[in-house]
T-cell receptor, first 114, second 114 residues
Framework: DAGVIQSPRHEVTEMGQEVTLRCKPI?????LFWYRQTMMRGLELLIY????????DSGMPEDRFSAKMPNASFSTLKIQPSEPRDSAVYFC????????????FGPGTRLTVT | AQSVSQHNHHVILSEAASLELGCNYS??????LFWYVQYPGQHLQLLLK??????LVKGIKGFEAEFIKSKFSFNLRKPSVQWSDTAEYFC????????????FGGGTRVLVKP
């Protein structure tokens, strides 16, 4: 298995632009998680899905952030408009839904908003 | 709300020294406990996990952790570190059978000097 796949690996954009981050979970995993990692706040859970349905989005910072999971093999995290304070590494993780709680993380997307 | 504390933010030690990283959590019910490692520039990888049974858990790369329920602790240990153990280490907790959300500690950066 290729593991969790994220794209792009690096993204540099200007303030005000729309940013879309992509994630392909491990096949067969029922849960998908989006995290943000910064020096100041550490690892924060933004949102997670179960069977493509958003379950908890309480970690999403504000309305500029949105996430979708149109099918079991693809999810997006969109920031519109982006701001410099959104600069961070965004990780996607997936997990089986059969009682095993280990999450597998993707390589992350390093986002820089100038 | 549950929280996870890692008391040491930075640890510097020499090769062959022993390592112990502290982790405490603040939930009195059934928990699942994890230690993840993040090597420089890489994604999080699972070192070990505890769900139930023997409170002394052995993981990859010679790491082990001990769950002490009375102390709400899950400390990570390695008897003899190598330069390649230089990384950031994260403790994480979720709430037992109903737990889908991982709560991460703030991380401990470990630098092993050759």
């Amino acid at each position: 298995d290729a593991g969790v796949i994220q794209s792009p690996r690096h993204e540099v954009t200007e303030m005000g632009q729309e940013v879309t981050l992509r994630c392909k979970p491990i096949s067969g995993h029922d849960y998908l998680f989006w995290y943000r990692q910064t020096m100041m706040r550490g690892l924060e859970l933004l949102i997670y899905f179960n069977n493509n349905v958003p379950i908890d989005d309480s970690g999403m910072p504000e309305d500029r952030f949105s996430a979708k999971m149109p099918n079991a093999s693809f999810s997006t995290l969109k920031i519109q408009p982006s701001e410099p304070r959104d600069s961070a590494v965004y990780f996607c993780a997936s997990r089986r839904g059969d009682g095993f709680y280990e999450q597998y993380f993707g390589p992350g997307t390093r986002l820089t908003v100038t | 709300a549950q929280s996870v504390s890692q008391h040491n933010h930075h640890v510097i030690l020499s090769e062959a020294a022993s390592l112990e990283l502290g982790c405490n959590y603040s939930y009195g019910g059934t928990v699942n406990l994890f230690w993840y490692v993040q090597y420089p520039g890489q994604h999080l990888q699972l070192l070990l996990k505890y769900f139930s049974g023997d409170p002394l858990v052995k993981g990859i790369k010679g790491f082990e952790a001990e769950f002490i329920k009375s102390k709400f602790s899950f400390n990570l240990r390695k008897p003899s570190v190598q330069w390649s153990d230089t990384a950031e280490y994260f403790c994480a907790v979720n709430l037992g059978a109903a737990g889908n959300k991982l709560t991460f500690g703030g991380g401990t950066r470990v630098l092993v000097k050759p």
